[in-house]
């Protein structure tokens, strides 16, 4: 196969500029498979984060030309003919080249507040396989962060940052706030402090997810709604989850939990 | 214990102890397939067709499913394998084979540990996970990992908490000792002239495949050793470029060390097992000994460096708990 120019973001926190390596590819390879031979050969101090090489752990995030990707997801051969530009998440602070500091995510995740259950009810908790999997879309999640890296709210608006949890955890929270075993009311801090309405519906974030979780149709669009539903009252926010709880009888539910 | 497999498990293998057990009597009655055998039986049976000249184009074997579940239980049930072979490969499982080949999937042994506080012979060191042997004896059950962590980790966690609280925490440190690893660590940086880290890594990972893989001979593991002396005075001569921030070739140079260490353990413990016991598998004794079912190899290195020599001990295994003991009988 023909060789292919990589041009590569290299540098850190002070600076950097790009730098091309043309270097060999074999039938098959991924992004990932050019930079770690990169490595190996003329580069051995390029930068890069990655773990499974499987699209499951959501450590090697990138931009490849452009466009944010996972670098082990993405074939060289579904690439447009020509260079290929690689270049860390433009969102987070450079460490160096390609890698990122991400804990801004981590430091949203610890705003989340958990899942608070009733007390256990005789018999132990008892949960539909339907509720099971509402949540389970959501739970497939590889905090690649690739979302948060696209969405034009804190990309183009650094001092947002504060103010907004973003895709990867709006979906965390409409994951907690359609759980039938959770009592805990989170609308006012998602109105308040965590910026659900600085989203406009784009989309972005959609687009770019590896696990092609529905964000917007599915988590955004329902958060929002919830967060206008009966103008916070609390009784009738209660009423909805005791609803959704009690509406299916034991009988009428296919799949019972394993014991 | 066939009570204490999960619903799902059983409506694929057997539903009842006696559809299971007239499995391994006769392969061909019950559910089970028997592609489901454990994973040494498995990857011995794939190295064994290839070998024959039986393999797939790329040197593996041809794994199934399409013909045997439906495209929509195929998505279901292996969402991250359908979508890994689509995306990869071009490959989509619900319609065609796939092409599969062993690989190394977990380490059996590891650090020895006191099993009540996760310590080591090192005072004041506690390993717990896939770093600690003993757990899974010569074959891993599928699983079995995760919950060793969650168990494990736990009792490594209470066990340091509790050194730290009987106050005899260590230990003398030796400025010496300090200084001397931290010149180790940075030779590698500040050598003009020398070898890619990248470059003896491959090498000592298509060493280690070739003869200390699947099917070990007494011959080859010799052999490796010997090799492995000689990746030993090419790792003190590795040279890296670039800054201390987050440098991977530098990150490998500190790692090749060690990578050595296990595989000098590895290797030497291969030679000195002359039976077959699960994940080991020797060419040249195939059978499983029960003198060799009495102990492991406990090793240990003579000088406390990285390349010291290294020496085996027969360490007897320890009776079986008696709450343990009662457990088994329950089961048969
Ligand atoms: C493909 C595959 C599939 C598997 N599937 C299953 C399964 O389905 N069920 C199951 O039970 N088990 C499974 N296993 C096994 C299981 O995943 C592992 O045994 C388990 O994750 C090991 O966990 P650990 O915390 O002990 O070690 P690791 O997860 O390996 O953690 C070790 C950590 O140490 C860090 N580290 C290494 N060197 C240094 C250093 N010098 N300084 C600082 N940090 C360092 C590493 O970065 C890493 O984070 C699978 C394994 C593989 C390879
Ligand atoms: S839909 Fe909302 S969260 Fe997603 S990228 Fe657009 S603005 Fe951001
Ligand atoms: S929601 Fe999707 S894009 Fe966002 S972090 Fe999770 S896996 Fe990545
Ligand atoms: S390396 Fe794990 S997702 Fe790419």
New interface residues.
Partial sequence: MADVTMRIWRG?ATGGDFENYTISQNE?E?VLDIIHRI???EA?????RWNCK???CGSCSAEINGKPRLMC?T?MDDLPEGTVTVTPMKTFPI???L?TDVSFNFEMAKRVPALLPPPMPEGGYRMFQQDVERGQEFRKCIECFMCQDVCHVIRDHEENKVNYAGPRFFIRYAELEMHPLDTNDRRELLKEELGLGYCNITKCCTEVCPEHIHITDNAIIPLKERVVDADYDPVAWLGRKIRRRTKKTAAEASVQP?P | MFNYVPEMFRAETAETEEEGDKWYDDHTAGRRPPELLPRDEVARAINTEVKAGRGSPHGGVFLDIASRRTPEYIRRRLPSMYHQFMELAGVDITRESMEIGPTCHYIMGGVQVIADSAATAVPGLFAAGEAAGGLHGANRLGGNSLSDLVVFGRRAGMGAAEYIEAGDVATSFNMEEAEAAVKGALDPLNREEGENPYTIQHDLQEMMQALVGIIRTGPELEEAKDKLDEFTERVKNISVKGARAYNPGWNLATDLPSMLTVSRSTALAASLRKESRGGHTREDYPNPDPEFAKFNFALSSDGGNWDSPISAAQSPLLPLPDELKALLEEAH
Avoid: E, S
């Fill in positions: 850190d098959g991924v490595q190996a050969t051995p101090d390029l930068a890069c499987a699209g499951k997801m074939r460490i160096r080249d890698v394993a």
